[in-house]
């Protein structure tokens, strides 16, 4: 079993920027990919970014060069840095950890971007 506890999430200002963490914890061999996951009110949750073990990243194209994805193997922790943000990156986060067997979300956290 894999926990995740993510933080980070708040209201910000449109050009602001903010940090979301998200820590696996429990029983598990290794963790592969890791990522965020979004979803706004009426819509479908969406992928955002992952990042392998290797450090392989991939991001939506709505966030490409204001988002950054890294992860700390060691702590089994990744983190978003979300610059430039727009009213329309308004959603709940949330993380998510694949291990070899299976896929795991976090709790979710809010992020709202309002002036």
């Known amino acids: 079993q894999v926990q995740l506890v993510e933080s980070g999430g708040g209201l910000v200002q449109p050009g602001g920027s903010l940090r979301l963490s998200c820590t696996a914890s429990?029983?598990?061999?290794?963790?592969?990919?890791m990522g965020w996951y979004r979803q706004a009110p009426g819509k479908e949750r969406e992928l955002v970014a992952e990042?392998?073990?290797?450090?392989?990243?991939n991001y939506a194209d709505s966030v490409k060069f204001r988002f950054t994805i890294s992860r700390d193997n060691a702590k089994n922790t990744v983190y978003l840095q979300m610059n430039i943000l727009k009213p329309e990156d308004t959603a709940v986060y949330y993380c998510?950890?694949?291990?070899?067997?299976?896929?795991?979300w976090g709790q979710g956290t809010q992020v709202t971007v309002s002036s």
């Open positions: 990042i392998t073990r290797s450090g392989i990243t």
């Open positions: 998510r950890a694949s291990t070899p067997t299976m896929g795991y």
């Open positions: 429990g029983t598990f061999f290794s963790i592969n990919t």
